[in-house]
């Protein structure tokens, strides 16, 4: 059984994650050793590094004499070569514990997801069989980190299982960085947050198609699908070339990006998934995805809205079905709370289900602020507007005094370069807001806002700790 933990945990999470999950041996790199305490790994027997495979620490005088005699011992004991006779691969149990899969913790000590065989297996399973464009020899650029269920099952298992080619980024997956990756693997899909995507047409491509020329021609009839064709073409470009499909995950996508790509037909589709379902619920081909849909409940798995009319009335998304965990290691009252009495696992989340079984998110049910009449205020679809803008690189919406607060990071090099400095800022995101709310209802407009200079605190899955910042 394996415990995978993100590199952006604080030693104090790695050092409880290692004890808490009964750990024998830890495999690690170099850096990260050297500032944890082994103290606080009484159970450990056996420390490996990442960097170079050595041994750092050990109890076992047999492993250690093993790691030391290890050459040796191979040329013994196959002599005359290594064959196929030789590899004997243990059969794995469908409920069997496979996985322990600690979330990020942002109000408590992380909790560890126990993901069995049949969960790795159904969510491969599904790559397989949906993702047909996939082939031996074709090439991935893995930018999630493997403890990322997201990354684990479609960057690493299915590219395993079907043949594929690997390429570790090894860096921060900024846009230069991957757009440098894109151009030298020439990946067929590629799996990225929102943000990612987002970013690359607020910034790069919307203002050059709403300027000049572009601009004119985007409003003649004929004439603006010659537009859209061309920006199709670059952007297909910017990801290698040979991309089949862009899928989304992690969050919804911004509406006003998702228009833009379905005009010029850009082959995206936005997944929807939780750790504990490692991951995925929801996704369908881009061909068949609906806009502003998570897409279609995906096999093995079964979704309800717990609602009175699940097409129309918002409710929390529950779910069942193959990919499911086994609940929270060492944790009963927090599986006990997470699954309801007829084994329905509680998303949290907030959503609607539609004839065709796609599935519609609305926000997180912590998340959701109650109006001033009683209506139901989702501050991801206002943050979504705010975001639209390619003056903004993120955003919250709180609430204080049962009004609308925005909280904005501004992105100051797009500011700096339209001359906006100094105290014209605050003036400027204010018109900004004015223009915002002719778009939203009356009892979720926003009332103020506040300029943040620093980027909003986050986990180590990339979760604005939104807890910090309501008061």
Partial sequence: MAVSILHEFDKESVQFIVDHSDSKMFFVDDNIWRNIDGSTLPQVESVLSLDDFSLLKTTSDKFNAFINGAPAYFEKKYEKGFFVNDLAFRTDKPEE?????????????????????????????????????????????????????????????????????????????????????????????????????????????????????????????????????????????AFGGRLTELVVGGAAINPDVEKFLRKIKFPYSVGYGMTECGPLISYSYWTEFKEHSCGRIVDRMQVRIDSDDPHNIVGEIQVKGTNVMLGYYKNEEATQHTFTRDGWLKTGDLGLLDKDDFVFIKGRDKNMILGPSGQNIYPEEIEEKINGSPYVNESLAIEENRKIVALIVPDFDVLQKQGIAGNQITPFFEDLIKEINTKLPNYSKISSLRIQEEEFEKTPKRSIKRFKYQK
């Avoid at 269920?149 to 479609?154: E, P, S």
């Avoid at 929102?194 to 970013?199: G, Q, Y």
Wanted: proline share 6%; with cysteine.
């Fill in 97 to 237: 514990l496979a996985v322990i899969n600690y979330t990020s913790g942002t109000t408590s000590s992380p909790k560890g997801v126990m993901l069995p065989y049949r969960s790795l297996w159904s969510n491969t399973k599904f790559a397989n069989d949906c993702l047909e464009f996939i082939h031996s020899g074709d090439n991935i650029v893995c930018m999630l980190p493997m403890a990322h269920t997201y990354g684990l099952a479609f960057e690493i298992l299915n590219s395993i299982s079907m043949g594929c080619h690997i390429h570790f980024l090894g860096k921060t997956p900024s846009p230069k960085v991957l757009l440098d990756a894109f151009a030298r693997v020439k990946p067929k899909l590629v799996l990225a947050v929102p943000l990612i995507i987002e970013k690359i047409v607020t910034k790069s491509v919307l203002p050059k198609v709403q300027q000049g020329a572009a601009k004119i021609l985007t409003k003649v009839p004929l004439l603006n699908s010659v537009v859209y064709t061309k920006v199709r073409k670059s952007m297909m470009g």
